[in-house]
């Protein structure tokens, strides 16, 4: 029989390390749904519209400002569709290595794991927690770093579109 006692007090240092990785992945969840999903699938499903329309129906030379621009704006969306993708992924990882570190904890308290294997099991979670915070944070930080240029580029480009539908509007009407 193992003793509650014995596995906290043998293992103090890692449970309490444990526990402090168990707070990195709150505050990285925190981060990841601290992004508006609903406004950036919008703004990424509008990116594609207006990108699909011009694609189809600009048939003119284009200025090499309007392509630089158009180009630009390309490369915005990007970043948006990958972590729409990304974010999902790295929710269920989150919530996974949660209920890793719950068990390893849970273990090292009740001292059910061999003495020789718990720095292997120990050494696994705290690199697995690294990568996936470390992702997290590189997620939110480009997403947040292009919401401010996608809001820039945005009024431009309805511009460029709706001076492109009103002009076949016009070649209709003639």
């Known amino acids: 029989m193992?003793?509650?006692?014995n596995g906290e007090k043998k293992y103090e240092k890692?449970?309490?390390?444990?526990?402090?990785?168990?707070?990195?992945?709150?505050k990285a969840d925190s981060l990841l749904n601290s992004?508006?999903?609903l406004k950036l699938t919008i703004a990424h499903k509008e990116m594609l519209e207006q990108m699909e329309y011009l694609q189809q129906n600009y048939k003119d030379t284009m200025e090499t400002a309007l392509a630089l621009f158009i180009n630009?704006?390309?490369?915005?969306?990007?970043?948006?569709?990958?972590?729409?993708?990304?974010?999902?992924?790295?929710?269920?990882?989150?919530?996974?290595?949660r209920g890793q570190v719950k068990d390893l904890s849970d273990d090292l308290k009740h001292d059910?794991?061999?003495?020789?294997k718990v720095g292997e099991y120990f050494a696994a979670e705290v690199t697995e927690i690294s990568k996936i915070t470390g992702s997290v944070n590189i997620a939110v930080q480009v997403v947040k770093e292009y919401f401010p240029k996608f809001d820039e580029m945005d009024p431009r480009m309805k511009q460029v579109v709706n001076e492109l539908k009103q002009k076949q509007q016009n070649?209709?009407?003639k």
């Open 2 to 5: 193992y003793s509650c006692s």
């Open 14 to 26: 890692q449970l309490a390390i444990l526990d402090s990785l168990s707070k990195e992945l709150d």
């Open 35 to 37: 992004i508006d999903t």
């Open 72 to 97: 630009e704006y390309h490369y915005v969306k990007k970043p948006f569709a990958v972590f729409l993708t990304e974010s999902k992924k790295l929710a269920k990882e989150l919530s996974y290595s």
């Open 112 to 116: 059910r794991i061999e003495e020789k």
């Open 171 to 173: 070649e209709k009407t």
